[in-house]
């Protein structure tokens, strides 16, 4: 019953700004957490963020660009993100990651996923 759907993704200029969110339905997310990954054409898939109860990490290529936040009372995580670059361009996901993110949490597998939003990025 757990599910998960990505939404807000598009197509931008460099140096633009989008905002992805994760509803999620069938579990309580105040207490999980959430990983952003993402994945381009051709290559492997790439960890982005992971938000907690207490704890946010950021992949080094997006730190300062990329904000991760929550907002409880929805049951939905979010993704700003600013300064976009081309090679910022992906199919973009949020997965559970238990209770946790964890010191590798981009090596994690996850638990349930959505299905993705894409997000391209033009010169």
């Known amino acids: 019953q757990v599910q998960l759907v990505e939404s807000g993704g598009g197509l931008v200029q460099a140096g633009g700004s989008l905002r992805l969110s994760c509803a999620a339905s069938?579990?309580?997310?105040?207490?999980?957490?959430i990983g952003w990954f993402r994945q381009a054409p051709g290559k492997e898939r790439e960890g982005v963020s992971c938000?907690?109860?207490?704890?946010?990490y950021y992949a080094d290529s997006v730190t300062g660009r990329f904000t991760s936040s929550r907002d409880n009372a929805k049951n939905t995580v979010y993704l700003q993100m600013n300064s976009l670059k081309p090679e910022d361009t992906a199919v973009y996901y949020c997965?559970?990651?238990?209770?946790?993110?964890?010191?590798?949490?981009?090596?994690?597998?996850?638990?349930?996923w959505g299905q993705g939003t894409q997000v391209t990025v033009s010169s």
């Open positions: 938000i907690s109860d207490g704890s946010t």
């Open positions: 997965a559970t990651l238990g209770l946790r993110c964890g010191s590798r949490w981009y090596e994690r597998s996850g638990g349930y």
């Open positions: 069938g579990f309580t997310l105040g207490y999980s957490a």
